[in-house]
């Protein structure tokens, strides 16, 4: 009995944190954009498409999230219920605090939201990560890629990064010295508040 309630809370707390990652990835994302000083590479396509479409960023950053999904199918690569989860709500989540944060006039403020993005990016991040429920979309086809054309995982998903980050400039995608400031930090974000929070990513294994 003890055995299966201790099973359960160990369960409800993996869950938690996915979902409060998922959350935290959205938030992120509106309070980036709404910054106006640039967006990471698969939020510039998201944004280069919204523009384009007239659709919300999160609605577009959802319909990418299927296409990579179906995307998946020729490289073998097989979704679970929180690859699916992640598609829907981190658009949901993006366009519901796009409807409440709005984008300030000065050069502190718009600074402070961004700054507030990349911190919830790197939380969102380390919450995925630790609660070990699945891959995302983007980080299932990098995998698969990675796996059937024998490239590193980094080479893969820089190659990636460039590609998106391209495309959703051509496509009039939020790029700009936020951008840069992302690509450079996010990584010692994640370290950071990962060691704060007592979490080794370099255990956390990604089980689909």
């Not at 993996?14 to 959205?26: D, N």
């Not at 990471?40 to 396509?45: E, F, K, M, N, R």
């Not at 402070?112 to 995925?128: D, E, P, S």
């Not at 990560?129 to 699945?134: A, D, F, I, K, V």
Request: net charge positive; glycine share 14%.
């Amino acid at each position: 009995m003890r055995s299966n309630l201790s099973s359960l809370a160990t369960s409800f707390r993996r869950w938690a944190k996915l979902l409060i990652g998922f959350a935290c990835f959205g938030f992120s994302i509106a309070f980036m954009k709404q910054a106006n000083l640039g967006l990471g590479p698969w939020d510039v396509l998201s944004d280069g498409l919204a523009g384009l479409t007239g659709m919300q960023l999160g609605t577009v950053s959802i319909i990418i999230g299927i296409v990579l999904l179906l995307l998946w199918i020729p490289i073998r690569e097989k979704p679970g219920l929180a690859t699916v989860l992640n598609v829907l709500l981190v658009g949901l989540f993006a366009n519901v605090t796009l409807a409440l944060v709005h984008s300030p006039s000065g050069t502190f403020l718009r600074s402070l939201w961004f700054v507030t993005g990349l911190i919830l990016a790197g939380l969102g991040t380390v919450l995925y990560l630790s609660s070990q429920l699945g891959a995302g979309p983007r980080d299932g086809l990098m995998l698969g890629l990675s796996r059937i054309k024998g490239w590193s995982v980094s080479r893969t998903r820089t190659a990636l990064e460039v590609l998106v980050l391209i495309v959703g400039w051509v496509l009039g995608g939020a790029v700009g010295i936020g951008t840069d400031i992302f690509a450079v930090t996010i990584g010692p974000t994640i370290q950071f508040i990962a060691s704060k929070a007592g979490q080794d990513l370099g255990n956390s294994t990604i089980q689909s």
